[in-house]
């Protein structure tokens, strides 16, 4: 097996569709196709982004909360992202979809995300700056 993830990565960070070859002992079917390559890329960097935002600090978390998000499809309730407050929590979940298929593309990310991702940022800029500014009239 480890010659195995040497090639596919480490095993927390396999998408679905390699991590069961990995967990089998069998290798998996060498895609020509990119398109489903990026899929795999997505679903990775989805759960980089869900490690990144819950700011996870050991393996035995990480593994944990990775394991939860792939069985519940939903991210831990101690995380800082919230369903319906963070574009975050959504990407998360649309990112590591259990079908590649079903995963978004890159172009997928740009149109439909950042875009309200920018939005909720200047929001919680603005909230900050306006505590601030109620702080310093105190």
Sequence with gaps: NSRFSSIAGTEAYMAPEIKSHFLNGT??????????NKKQDMYQLGLILYQITHKMKTNMQKNQLFNQLQKHR???DQCPVIKGQHIEYDMI??????????RPSAIDIINNYLPK???????EDIQFESSMEEGAEV
């Excluded at 991702?117 to 929001?123: N, S």
């Design 117 to 123: 991702w920018a939005d909720q940022i200047k929001q």
């Design 74 to 76: 939903k991210l831990a």
């Design 93 to 102: 979940l649309h990112m590591t979809e259990q079908n590649a298929e079903n």
């Design 27 to 36: 290798k998996p079917y060498k895609h020509s196709d990119p398109e489903i």
